[in-house]
């Protein structure tokens, strides 16, 4: 067992070095791009982690924690806040969104035990459906929302896409860096950096704790963790909430960066690149570290930048490589997936 | 009186009620805004014959205990396969599309051999590695259609002369063949004759197997497999039966929807596939573990009633398309509300 655990991020940096010599990429390129992803998607694969312990599973779930984080930045834009304050007032704003989120998401686990994955990855596109109704059609009708510059000509329904701007590159530029490398400025978003490492402690430190050790046992046996008098039923909704509150900071995270808000799909492709990213580091439905979260994201996000690239090199079109690293991404997930219950299977003949 | 209503609600679902009382509504705003009846009415009946076998092919699936088939997709890349072998022989009509459909359903077996297989070796999670396997099934056959051998310039793109468009017009090949057969027109209902045939038949055809003797073993094994293994049937084999059974039928069904729709689609197109058929059946009643054949046509009307009406009912009242909106939330709540009901009130 010790040795397939290196297996698959192996078999994935394998990929990637593969690629890179294949497309002939630039260490200049890969680093800057290395770097800002780095910044932006680390917190997102962390909100992951939480659920996991509690024995949930993958939390396909956090698109919805990702549609509070974009419910918060779209009214902080629209009030009118910038900078590190508008990005902070945006995350206090996310909170309270993600909290309701995830309550109602932890209750609907709740009533689907064992089947939490499956859920959750419908509960993403039923959110989405209300999500829709709610900036599409209530926004301007029912909701008062005087913004011309926000609101689709129509007079209701918010634009496809809403400029962050006022918020962008708050955090990364918040300790301004530039690296200087082949000729090529690397923006190195310091203050970010120092908020995963914020996160990535405070997760481990989670872990330490009474509750965090109530997780694991829930996570290890239910059943057993039920008659210890662990209130099951609590926790997991905890649990959840834990992880939509972080995904919906991640998420914030993530737009500060990227400077525009597509907002009817920014949020859609969300769960499937965290969950993909986790995997490939070797984590697993039951058993996943923070250290993976970050070297998942490091390994998943080379793929994806060098594959486009290194199709054009190798097929002579991008699209290979784009189809190629969306079925990478789902394959991965599958093979978690099938590992996952092939083992529950061969535990549950072996008892 | 009051049990009797409580009795039929219990019975029914509320969604179920909500749902038949939204197609109600919609048909009611379609009657006073004197719209179109008769065209809208048709519009719903092509699309019950369009979409119709694609929701029976999930029917076998949860009669063998493997649950919502969210694998779908795998059956359909099969069906769509076929439909572009024939499309590259060039052959039309009926032959055509017999042809796609033969081997679509040829190519089905294996896969849903192979499915199956998979599908026993991960109990407990079938729906999420069904999803998860037809998600990484389209993807990768989405480079497949990119560098497959195929020749025929109506087929590959004109710039390069290489890779599968991503629809393919049927148009002279065999555009609508089924929905024209024997169609008729009453009171400015045009009743797509063949294609209604050709579901209903299948539908009939899966009631039957259900009754001969390998029909039932699957059914029982699934009902009660310590039973079933102590009968000396082994639940495993009749898992897979059922599994090839679903793939094959959602094989046939995409070539007979890409027929009614005029063009097949392939690339990302059946990523999402499985969802509506999916909220088809369980709105006509069925739950993860029984389905019947009523359950596939109510549920197909129902849902594809709302799907034809809403949208130009809806554009009468306000701005904008909601429909899309729509059927976002009442496809995915009707499957949150059956996966939260599993093992409630007796389900099992």
Redesign the interface.
Known sequence: MRSSRYAVPLLFLALCLFGIWAAKITPAFLLGEMLVRLGRNSILVLSLLIPILAGLGLNFGIVIGAMAGQVAAILAVHWGFSGIGGFAFAMLLATPVGIVFGWLTGS?FN??K??E???G???G??A???Y??FF??AIG?IIPFDNPGMVLP?G??LRNTVDLTPIQYAVDDLIRFRWNMEGTSLRVPIASYVVVGFFCWLTLFFFRTRMGQQFRAMGQDPHVAEIAGIPVERNRLLATILSTVLAAWGQLFFLQNIGTLNTYNSHEQVGMFAIAALLVSGATVSKATVGQAILGTLLFHTLFVVSPLAGKAL?GDA??GE??R??VA??V??MA??L???Q??RRARAA | MMDRVRAFVREAGVPRLLIGAFVVALFAVAVATKMNLPSLVTDSIVRVARNGILVLALLPAIQGGVGLNFGLPIGIICGLVGCVITLNFGVHGPVGLLLASALGAGLAIPSGIGYGWLLNRTRGQEMMVGTYLGFAFVSGMSIFWLVAPFTNPTLVWAIGGKGLRTTLALTGIFDRTLDRFLAFTVAGVTIPTGALLVFFGLCWLTAWFFRTQMGITIAAARSNPRFARAAGISDQRTRIQATVFSTVLGAIGIVVYSQSFGFVQLYTAPLLMAFPAIACILIGGATVTRATVTHVIIGTFLFQSILTVALPVTSQVIQGDISETARLIIQNGMILYALTRVGVGGER
């Open positions: 609907l009533r689907a064992g089947r994955m499956v859920t990855l419908i509960a596109f039923f989405n459906g209300i829709q109704l599409l059609f009708t129509q209701f329904g097929a699209q290979t189809y190629f969306v079925f789902y394959a997930i599958t997936l099938v996952h219950a092939w529950a299977v």
